[in-house]
């Protein structure tokens, strides 16, 4: 097979998304930071609940799966992910949840957030849109706009480090911004050299 012009292959130019790595995790940082420090009460909550549950489906899951893991050694509360229309049995008001649905759409990932909400959980929201926002906006819960124009499954960077940002500022896990910061610099810092 010849592959000399990618570009008919990329059609959806994943190429440049995959490269974006970098700098959907430096925009993250700016876009929590702005968000944090206009609504402040998500600051250090995490004692008063028993466990996280972060809903997403496909790509929007994925930096959900990489968090989780990234964080279980030090949580001091259980991180679980769903992928299902419905909630387990054992959330309650005392689960703070996570919905991530790049679209905002996500049949699964709406129906499992409103039973979530009729069981008043507090929650956090992240998607660039659709019904999972204006769920959001309807019911005063945090809206962390994701930027447009990606495939879901190509927007880790943001998913990825979004969740990370959002553990910190629950208190769920110590400050990672620095080390992002730091990844992001290097990788920056190298890719310039070459």
């Not at 549950?53 to 799966?65: E, F, H, K, N, R």
């Not at 979530?116 to 019904?131: H, V």
Request: charged share 20%.
């Amino acid at each position: 097979m010849n592959f000399k012009n990618i570009n008919e292959l990329d059609a959806q130019d994943m190429k440049s998304q995959i490269a974006s790595l970098y700098s959907q995790i430096e925009e993250s940082i700016e876009i929590l930071n702005i968000f944090f420090s206009s609504d402040s009460r998500y600051k250090n909550i995490i004692k008063d609940y028993n466990n996280i549950l972060i809903i997403g489906m496909g790509g929007s899951a994925i930096g959900g799966d990489f968090a989780a893991k990234y964080s279980a050694k030090e949580a001091e509360i259980p991180i679980h992910i769903l992928r299902d229309y419905h909630v387990p049995k054992w959330v309650d008001s005392r689960t703070f949840v996570i919905a991530s649905s790049y679209s905002g759409n996500t049949e699964e990932t709406l129906n499992a957030y409103m039973e979530c909400l009729s069981l008043k959980c507090d929650s956090i929201i992240m998607s660039t849109g659709g019904e999972l926002s204006k769920i959001a906006n309807n019911n005063n819960i945090g809206l962390i706009q994701m930027p447009k124009g990606y495939q879901p499954r190509a927007a880790i960077g943001y998913s990825l480090s979004m969740i990370l940002l959002i553990f910190e500022e629950l208190g769920l896990i110590k400050s990672i911004t620095s080390d992002l910061i730091d990844t992001c610099s290097n990788k920056i810092g190298t890719s310039k050299k070459k």
